[in-house]
């Protein structure tokens, strides 16, 4: 699911970015392989996990350069965020439910890929004329 065209000329965040396309990309193809529901748990709680530090360290970033745009920012970090909690409340009462998960999955991911296109790369040039990498 990663293209080189996401990046925004962070490393840092370009690999985390990478990252977590290949998490979501791992977890639709558990969820369309039907694998065990502990499998597809652990892989939501750590999902979870990266995501909250990812977002941390964008927003860190925004912080210290004084993003103009970091309000708008952090409350789509908070969307994907609440999203992805619906996601993992629902996969905990439900369980494995192939279709209906993995059309999250791929929701969450479609939001992912609209966000680093557009949101992301933004903020990447902002940083890039600020001279941080």
């Keep these: ?22 998490r979501l ?3 639709l193809n558990a969820a369309l392989q039907g694998e065990a529901s502990p499998a597809v748990a652990e892989m939501l709680d750590f999902l979870g996990f990266y995501v909250a ?17 970091l309000g708008e ?21 439900q369980g494995a439910y192939g279709g209906a998960l993995s059309h999250l ?4 991911t479609e939001w ?7 949101v992301d790369q933004v903020m990447g040039a902002h940083l890039r004329r600020k001279g941080i990498r």
């Design 53 to 69: 530090n990812h977002f941390a360290h964008e927003e860190e970033l925004m912080e210290w350069s004084n993003y103009e745009g």
């Design 1 to 22: 699911m990663w293209h080189p065209a996401f990046a925004i000329g962070h490393p840092r965040i370009d690999a985390e970015h990478q990252e977590l396309f290949d």
């Design 73 to 93: 920012h952090r409350a789509q970090h908070l969307l994907f965020s609440r999203n992805l909690e619906t996601l993992k409340r629902e996969f905990t009462q």
């Design 112 to 118: 992912l890929t609209s966000h680093v296109l557009e």
């Design 105 to 108: 999955v791929a929701e969450l």
């Design 25 to 27: 990309e791992k977890l």
